[in-house]
């Protein structure tokens, strides 16, 4: 099956710690992207990369990194820079021959303790 | 900063119901626009995607753009108790923006 898998599902992270949150698809898209959601809040862009070894920050990208070394990969990085980290990351991939609609993955959880 | 705007509701109809939920948007430029679902502790899932003005019907939903006015709304026709969820507006800008941006979302409660 064709899609976008995310993982961990729940994740705790400890103050002071980096984790990193994996995104694979197999649909063969150019273009992923990260987004954070926050409870009762629309989605914020964090970073995004429309080729391999190319990314751009969205519009809350400090405390987070990512890296695009193969087409299929888009990991992300929370470093201990980022303040709240505590929020719902859904990455996703965008098709070109839908118009380029934006579909996404099951999203990861992310809580500090 | 480019906006779209929704109101947060929760917007509650009787099942059987047309709900009416309401987006409007900044950036005069903008060409493409997308509804997506949204089932609580789930990711979004796409409901609809209009490009032109007027309305695109796809079953039981409705979608309608009027770049005049800078507003696009998505009508949900004989609503039903599984359509409760929050219903998010993302708009795409001119010259080929590879961003979306999203609104706040709506919260629809259709009751049996």
């Known amino acids: 099956d064709g899609g976008i898998t995310q993982s961990p599902k729940y994740l705790f992270r400890k103050e002071g710690q980096n984790v990193t949150l994996s995104c694979e698809q197999n649909l063969n898209h150019d273009a992923m992207y990260w987004y954070r959601q926050d409870p009762g809040q629309g989605l914020r862009l964090i970073y995004y990369?429309?080729?391999?070894?190319?990314?751009q920050k969205g519009d809350i990208a400090e405390g987070y990194s990512v890296s695009r070394e193969k087409k299929e990969s888009f990991p992300l990085t929370v470093t201990s820079a980022q303040k709240n980290p505590t929020a719902f990351y859904l990455c996703?991939?965008?098709?070109?021959?839908?118009?380029?609609?934006?579909?996404f993955g099951e999203g990861s959880w992310l809580t500090v303790v | 900063q480019k906006e779209v705007e929704q109101n947060s509701g929760p917007l509650s109809v009787p099942e059987g119901a047309i709900a009416s939920l309401n987006c409007t948007y900044s950036?005069?430029?903008?060409?493409?626009f997308f509804w997506y679902r949204q089932y609580s502790g789930k990711s979004p899932e796409l409901i609809m995607s209009i490009y032109s003005n007027g309305d695109k019907e796809d079953g039981r939903f409705t979608a309608q753009l009027n770049k005049a006015s800078q507003y696009v709304s998505l009508l949900i026709r004989d609503s039903q108790p599984s359509d409760s969820a929050t219903y998010l507006c993302?708009?795409?800008?001119?010259?080929?923006?590879?961003?979306?941006?999203f609104g706040k979302g709506t919260k629809l409660t259709v009751n049996p």
């Open positions: 996703a991939s965008m098709d070109p021959g839908a118009g380029n609609t934006i579909y």
């Open positions: 950036d005069r430029g903008s060409q493409s």
């Open positions: 990369s429309q080729i391999v070894n190319d990314f």
């Open positions: 993302a708009v795409r800008g001119q010259g080929g923006s590879e961003k979306l941006v």
